[in-house]
């Protein structure tokens, strides 16, 4: 990502990304602007202007080719590669993102998963086996992980990304319910479901 792109037209990239897959299931071969947005709810101009920051994607009269738009998006996204990244948190959310198997076609492996309860260390999810929260400084800079997400109670947040900033973490998927500021060189996103629940209750009768 070149600092000159706003991170909201970053943030849009997966979008197109989730469209063009829709489409070539579909049998579609090129896509338009106007088709992607129908499928997204975002309009054919914003998509031609998100999408002219990278370069002469499409072609005159024909729209994007599907395959070359995906390789290019995966390959500005860096997610042309798989990337391996450590959950930290073995609880219901935490095993639940483990067995999820949607990661690993979109460039991601979980690696490994970490818990402090000594009824759960030892315990297999799915392929991996929990592993002792003490153990995980030593695995992400052995491993040279560089994507962790936390699922873990916001009391505990703040001291686990500050250890995990110490051994080379550089991108944070954060579950735990709070806000908290990392150092530059450091991206984290916070997903707190019970926040859009909050927003959405606010439409209701």
């Known amino acids: 990502m070149t600092p000159q792109i706003p991170h909201i037209i970053i943030g849009r990239l997966p979008l197109y990304l989730r469209a063009l897959t829709r489409l070539k299931k579909d049998g579609y071969n090129y896509a338009s602007s106007r088709e992607l947005g129908k499928l997204l709810d975002i309009s054919a101009a914003q998509i031609r202007k998100d999408l002219s920051h990278f370069g002469e994607l ?3 009269g024909k729209g994007y080719e599907i395959e070359f738009l995906t390789s290019k998006l995966n390959q500005i996204l860096n997610t042309d590669t798989v990337w391996d990244m450590i959950v930290i948190g073995a609880g219901d959310l935490g095993s639940g993102l483990v067995r999820y198997k949607g990661f690993l076609n979109r460039g991601f492996r979980v690696a490994a998963i970490f818990d402090i309860d000594s ?3 030892g315990r ?3 392929d991996l086996v929990i592993k002792d929260k003490r153990e995980m400084c030593d695995f992400v800079a052995k491993n ?6 936390l699922a873990i ?4 947040a703040q001291e686990v990304i500050d250890d995990l900033v ?3 973490i550089t ?3 954060n579950y735990a319910p709070i806000y908290i500021k990392t150092p530059d060189g450091v991206q984290i996103e916070h997903i707190d479901p019970a926040v ?3 927003k959405l209750s606010y439409f209701l009768n």
Request: no cysteine; net charge positive; hydrophobic share 50%.
């Open 58 to 60: 499409g072609k005159r």
């Open 119 to 121: 009824q759960k260390i």
């Open 124 to 126: 297999k999810i799915g």
């Open 144 to 149: 040279g992980i560089q994507i962790a997400v």
């Open 153 to 156: 109670p916001a009391e505990f």
């Open 166 to 168: 110490v051994v080379g």
């Open 171 to 173: 991108a944070i998927l």
């Open 196 to 198: 859009h629940l909050q």
